[in-house]
């Protein structure tokens, strides 16, 4: 065990399903699916039944800098049909799926609410954690404090290009676990993995005990396998949100299917 896992608070929700998991030899699977796009919360439900281990729901921002074309044009729809926050949340209360559920957005709605009514909210409506994914380390004090009290657990961002001496801090300060960013740009499906996904897993793996997860540019179940090889597991975005938009919830449980299969076949 690390010095910075070994002053580290109690293991929340998602931390502690994370780590059973990984005791018990399985892979980490976590799809990411856009809050308010007609059929989400069917296409959480499926997915749960397909075998993720949490999912990620977006809650939709005008300005999304971390989202490609796909995930983009999800949360635009929703907005565009009316999709708030609080419509989403609202809707996030009536799930019973038996996971931990993460909620990723933009720091201008917490803003907007102040940390502590912004971290209340989702805590009431049944949220585990929170990614934050424009809100760097060093700004992240108030959100971290109003989180915490809150009992929600701030998942923390790792690049590719962050230096060896930034790691620990980022491992300290993130609980549930650290997403391992793949690669610099934004979230899209690739032909390949890129080599920055495991290498930066890697890195992580060698000084935290902590549950490591790469998020972003994972796009197939091949690639899967290959990131949690190195990594506990996978989030995956834009090819689970294609498939919502292409094929509906049923698609989406049929692709989680395949990946966790993939997965467990491992």
């Known amino acids: ?60 921002f005008s300005d999304p800098v971390m989202d490609g074309p796909v995930i983009q044009q999800a949360s635009q729809l929703a907005l565009d049909n009316g999709v708030t926050p609080q419509l989403v949340l609202d809707e996030v209360r009536r799930l019973q799926v038996g996971v931990p559920l993460i909620v990723m957005t933009y720091y201008n709605l917490v803003h907007h609410d102040g940390v502590h009514r912004f971290a209340d909210r989702l805590a009431s409506a049944g949220i585990s954690g929170c990614i934050l994914p424009d809100l760097p380390l060093e700004e992240a004090g ?19 290009t962050a230096p060896d001496e930034r790691l620990p ?28 996904a495991t290498a930066l897993a890697a890195r992580l793996t060698a000084i935290t005990d902590v549950p490591v997860l790469v998020g972003v540019g994972v796009s197939n179940a091949e690639q899967a396998v290959e990131a949690c090889r190195v990594a506990d597991g996978v989030i995956m975005g834009a090819s689970v949100v294609r498939r919502l938009m292409e094929g509906g919830p049923d698609a989406v449980g049929a692709y989680i299917s395949e990946v966790r299969q993939a997965l467990d076949a491992e």
Request: hydrophobic letters at 45%; aromatic letters at 6%; glycine letters at 12%.
């Open 1 to 60: 065990m690390t010095a910075q896992s070994a002053t580290r608070p109690a293991p929340g929700r998602i931390e502690s399903a994370f780590r059973t998991a990984r005791e018990a030899g399985r892979s980490l699977l976590v799809p990411y699916i856009t809050g308010g796009y007609p059929g989400w919360t069917e296409a959480v439900q499926a997915a749960v039944a397909a075998g993720a281990d949490a999912v990620e729901i977006g809650i939709p």
């Open 142 to 160: 108030p959100w971290c404090e109003a989180a915490d009290a809150a009992g929600l657990e701030t998942i923390l961002l790792a690049a590719p």
């Open 169 to 196: 801090r980022i491992v300290e300060r993130t609980r549930g676990f650290v997403y391992s960013v793949g690669l610099l740009g934004v979230t899209g499906e690739r032909s390949e993995l890129a080599a920055t």
